[in-house]
C-alpha cells in the first residue's frame, strides 16, 4: 500500500491525467484556491504537450492564485518517478468532465488509495468495484458511511469539489473510513480481463448527453459552512 503522507504529516493530493479540458485541472486548481488556509500539497501528473495552449492555462491558474509551492505540474511521468508520487499519495483526484471508465482509479484501489471522481462519468463505476456489499453511487445513494473508498461529485464545479476536500482535511474520520475502505478492495480488484469486460459493458450501455448526468453524487453529510479565510501558511515539502 501507498505510504501517503506518514513521512511528512501534510496531505499529499495526486491527480493523474493530462493536461486537456476533458481531464478539467482547471477546476481542481481553482477548488484548492479555497484550502489555501488548509495544509496539503498536490502534484498534477500527466502529458502537458496533447494541449499547450491548455496546459499554459493551467500553470497560469496556479501562479495567479499563488500556490506555484504548493502544486507541482510535474508533465508526464515513468517508472520510479511516477511510483514515488503514488507512493506518496493519500488521496487520488480525477476532475474529468468525460471518462469512459477511469482505469486510474482502479490503479489507487490497488495501492489503497481513495479517490474523488466526477458524478455521472465511468469513473463512479470504477469506483464501485472490489466492493464487499451493492452501493450505488451512480443513482447517488452511496455516502461516506457506505463501503465507497472515495466520493463522486458534481464536474466543472470548484466550490463542490472544495467543500468535499475540506470535510476530508479536516475529518481525520472520514479519511481514516476511505482509506480502510480502499485498503479493504485490494484483494477484491478484478484483474485485467474482468476489467475490461466491465469497461465494455460501461461502452455498451445506453449513454445520456454529455449535458446530462447519469445521476446525482454520492450524498455527503451536512457541512458547517467555513469560516472567512486565514492567510496562507507556507506547506513546502
Known amino acids: 500500500a501507498a505510504r501517503g503522507s506518514q513521512h511528512s504529516g501534510i496531505p499529499r493530493l495526486l ?10 485541472q482547471v477546476t481542481l486548481v481553482r477548488a484548492l484556491a479555497q484550502l489555501a488556509d488548509l495544509a496539503w500539497l498536490a502534484d498534477l501528473v500527466g502529458l502537458d504537450l496533447a494541449d499547450q495552449g491548455y496546459a499554459a492555462q493551467v500553470r497560469r491558474e496556479v501562479a495567479d492564485v499563488g500556490l506555484a509551492d504548493r502544486i507541482r505540474i510535474t508533465g508526464a511521468l515513468t517508472g ?12 487520488l483526484i480525477l476532475p474529468s468532465r468525460v ?25 463512479v463505476e470504477a469506483l464501485q468495484l472490489g466492493a464487499t456489499v451493492s452501493t450505488d453511487a451512480i443513482q447517488g445513494t452511496a ?85 472567512p ?5 507556507s506547506f513546502r515539502s
Do not use: C, H
Open 99 to 123: 471518462e469512459t471508465f477511469g482505469l486510474v482509479v482502479i490503479e489507487a484501489l490497488a495501492r489503497g488509495i481513495p479517490a474523488i471522481v466526477s458524478a455521472g462519468t465511468g469513473a
Open 229 to 233: 479565510p486565514r492567510s496562507a501558511p
Open 143 to 227: 455516502g461516506p458511511t457506505d463501503t465507497l473508498p472515495g466520493t463522486a461529485v458534481p464536474p466543472g464545479e470548484p466550490t463542490a469539489l472544495a467543500a468535499v476536500l475540506r470535510r476530508w482535511l479536516t475529518e481525520p474520520t472520514l479519511r481514516r473510513a476511505w482509506q480502510q475502505s480502499a485498503l479493504a478492495r485490494r484483494g477484491n480488484l478484478p484483474g485485467w480481463q474482468r476489467t475490461a469486460g466491465a469497461v465494455l459493458s460501461y461502452l455498451e450501455r445506453p449513454q445520456q448527453p454529455l449535458s446530462t448526468p447519469t445521476g446525482s453524487p454520492p450524498a455527503l453529510p451536512p457541512m458547517t459552512p467555513p469560516g
Open 15 to 24: 491527480t493523474l491525467a493530462s493536461l486537456t479540458p476533458t481531464k478539467d
Open 80 to 91: 520510479a518517478a511516477l511510483d514515488q508520487r503514488w507512493d506518496a499519495a493519500d488521496l
